[in-house]
């Protein structure tokens, strides 16, 4: 039995769930070792794929990756028990889909005030929220801006980067 129909029939009614969200474009070993570090802190880890429209809405990022791939190759990760899709929602309205014991935030997901908030608001419920180290390893950014520096150099020869997205999440860094 998968460990998604365990997770499906009840059977890990009693253990304790994680929830983390990303794009995950451009999977590369970041990806890798925050999920490795979420799932040793629970016993199911319930992984959310944003979407292409929520990573437009949320983060200013055209994924360079389609959704329906990023999700399979996520899914396929022996880290994650179960995948959905992350449109964008609350996090709160995800809690009460999803009833997760443990919230996984990485260290760019908002400002210091935003989380504080979003821990306090959990902390009524008996969710922990665990802040994902800074991991000094290859990032999606990272990547992003090598194929940004590609484009520019190759002129009308280059990568399918959005330059309104690349605006954006400049923007919002």
Same mark, same amino acid.
């Given at each position: 039995? #998968?460990?998604?129909?365990?997770?499906?029939?009840?059977?890990?009614?009693?253990?304790?769930?994680?929830?983390?969200? *990303?794009?995950?474009?451009?999977?590369?070993?970041?990806? =890798?070792?925050? =999920?490795?570090?979420? #799932?040793?802190?629970?016993?199911?880890?319930?992984?959310?794929?944003?979407? *292409?429209?929520?990573? #437009?809405?949320?983060?200013?990022?055209?994924? &360079?990756?389609?959704?329906?791939? $990023?999700?399979?190759?996520?899914?396929?990760?022996?880290?994650? +028990?179960? &995948?959905?899709?992350?449109?964008?929602?609350?996090?709160? +309205?995800?809690?009460? +889909?999803?009833?997760?014991?443990? =919230?996984?935030?990485?260290?760019?997901?908002?400002?210091?005030?935003?989380?504080?908030? =979003?821990?306090?608001?959990?902390?009524?419920?008996?969710? *922990?929220?665990?802040?994902?180290?800074?991991?000094?390893?290859?990032?999606?950014?990272?990547?992003?801006?090598?194929?940004? /520096?590609? /484009?520019?150099?190759?002129?009308?020869?280059?990568?399918?980067?959005?330059?309104?997205?690349? $605006?954006?999440?400049?923007?919002?860094?």
């Amino acid at each position: 039995m #998968r460990s998604n129909d365990r997770l499906e029939s009840g059977e890990d009614e009693m253990k304790i769930v994680g929830y983390l969200a *990303d794009v995950f474009d451009l999977f590369h070993v970041g990806h =890798l070792n925050v =999920l490795s570090y979420a #799932r040793d802190r629970c016993d199911c880890l319930i992984v959310g794929v944003a979407t *292409d429209k929520s990573a #437009r809405q949320t983060r200013g990022i055209k994924p &360079v990756i389609p959704f329906a791939e $990023r999700i399979e190759i996520v899914r396929s990760v022996r880290f994650v +028990d179960r &995948v959905a899709a992350d449109t964008g929602a609350d996090s709160f +309205d995800v809690w009460r +889909d999803l009833h997760f014991r443990r =919230l996984f935030i990485g260290h760019d997901s908002s400002s210091p005030l935003a989380t504080q908030t =979003l821990k306090f608001r959990f902390e009524k419920f008996g969710v *922990d929220v665990f802040y994902l180290p800074r991991l000094s390893t290859t990032t999606s950014t990272g990547l992003r801006d090598t194929i940004e /520096n590609i /484009n520019r150099l190759a002129g009308d020869h280059g990568f399918d980067i959005d330059p309104q997205s690349f $605006r954006i999440r400049r923007a919002l860094q």
